[in-house]
Nanobody, 121 residues
């Protein structure tokens, strides 16, 4: 079992900034990928940004240059700094952890309850 606790989110004006944080606990493997996904009303869930346990980040094209994902070196905690927010960023943001074996074979997939981000124009 893996537990994910999210914090941050809320309401912000267009052009503003917000910061999300997620801490994982439980059966976290040394080789894992943590990240943020989002789901806007009526749309499918999409990847926003991920970061490996070796701190290698990946971003969706829509957030490159605006969002930064980081990872605490001593804990399984990630942050998502969201700058230059746009109304299109409005969604429920979900923290995700994917455990992998030493050969990068996926083992399991865990989700947080989600936190809502609303960007007003």
């Amino acid at each position: 079992q893996v537990q994910l606790v999210e914090s941050g989110g809320g309401v912000e004006q267009s052009g503003g900034s917000l910061r999300l944080s997620c801490t994982a606990s439980g059966n976290i493997r040394n080789n894992n990928i943590m990240g943020w996904y989002r789901q806007a009303d009526g749309k499918q869930r999409e990847m926003v940004a991920t970061i490996t346990s070796y701190k290698y980040p990946t971003y969706a094209d829509s957030v490159k240059g605006r969002f930064t994902i980081s990872r605490d070196g001593t804990e399984d905690t990630i942050q998502l700094q969201m700058n230059s927010l746009e109304p299109e960023d409005t969604a429920v943001y979900y923290c995700n952890t994917k455990n992998r074996d030493p050969w990068n074979k996926p083992l399991d997939d865990w989700w947080g309850p989600g936190t809502r981000v609303t960007v007003s124009s």
